[in-house]
């Protein structure tokens, strides 16, 4: 099974200000057809996760371009450029190259 | 907008059996895998169990394996999560999720349904 390890756990981040977050995987997520399947996804208090990033660093559709992912071999990174309010929420990567596929733990996001 | 809703979720006794269901409306559902992904209470994300998009191929998280099983009926635009000999370690709420296959992603999910299993 894959272990993707999150870091940090949590932040406080003032608002205007960049957040990142890590997210190493255990094992190479290249897939055998070439593509490497490392989703980010946003979870807001009471709600249902949302995709934001997808294949490493493809941005989903209606997500604003503040949200970036980045990949160098097995790490990976979700930066938010300016935090708003509205970021609020729990972050977790998601690995879908190889089953079963497996959740980072979240990284709980906070305003300071 | 393309939308899954989930029900069946419920109070039930360890050991118990429960069948929970996800409806697609909006989009041609026969189309799309659908993963079952659950989250306990105040902790993060699993991956549970993943149908493809004729029912061709299943595959589960080992938690569950031989204890659920998944299906779909594609006439009435649903998946289903059959559990059974449940837990107290299977209380939490439950999504279905859309899958596209090309994209590598799960870009729909449902509002999920509550299962709390305990005596």
């Known amino acids: 099974e894959i272990v993707l390890t999150q870091t940090p756990l949590s932040s406080a981040v003032t608002l205007g200000q960049p957040a990142s977050i890590s997210c190493r995987s255990s094992?190479?997520?290249?897939?055998?057809?070439?593509?490497?399947?490392l989703s980010w996804l946003q979870q807001r208090p009471g709600q249902p996760p949302r995709l934001l990033i997808y294949?490493?660093?493809n941005r989903f559709v209606g997500v604003p371009d503040r949200f970036s992912g980045s990949v160098a071999g097995t790490d990976f990174t979700l930066k938010i450029s300016r935090v708003e309010a509205d970021d609020v929420a729990v972050y977790y990567c998601?690995?879908?190259?190889?089953?079963?596929?497996?959740f980072g733990q979240g990284t709980k996001l906070e305003i300071k | 907008q393309m939308q899954l809703v989930e029900s069946g979720g419920g109070v039930v006794q360890p050991g118990s059996s429960l069948r929970l269901s996800c409806a697609a409306s909006?989009?041609?559902?026969?189309?799309?895998?659908v993963h079952w992904v659950r989250q306990a209470p105040g902790k993060g994300l699993e991956w549970v169990a993943f149908?493809?998009?004729?029912?061709?191929?299943?595959y589960y998280a080992d938690s569950v394996k031989g204890r659920f099983t998944v299906s779909r009926d594609n006439s009435k635009d649903t998946v289903y999560l059959q559990m059974n000999s449940l837990r107290r370690d299977d209380t939490a709420v439950y999504y279905c999720?859309?899958?596209?296959?090309?994209?590598?992603?799960?870009?729909?999910w449902g509002k999920g349904t509550t299962v709390i299993v305990s005596s």
């Open positions: 094992q190479s997520l290249l897939h055998s057809d070439g593509n490497t399947y």
């Open positions: 909006r989009f041609t559902f026969s189309n799309y895998g």
């Open positions: 999720a859309k899958w596209l296959v090309r994209g590598g992603y799960m870009d729909v």
């Open positions: 998601m690995q879908a190259t190889q089953y079963p596929y497996t």
């Open positions: 294949k490493s660093s």
């Open positions: 149908i493809a998009f004729d029912g061709s191929n299943e």
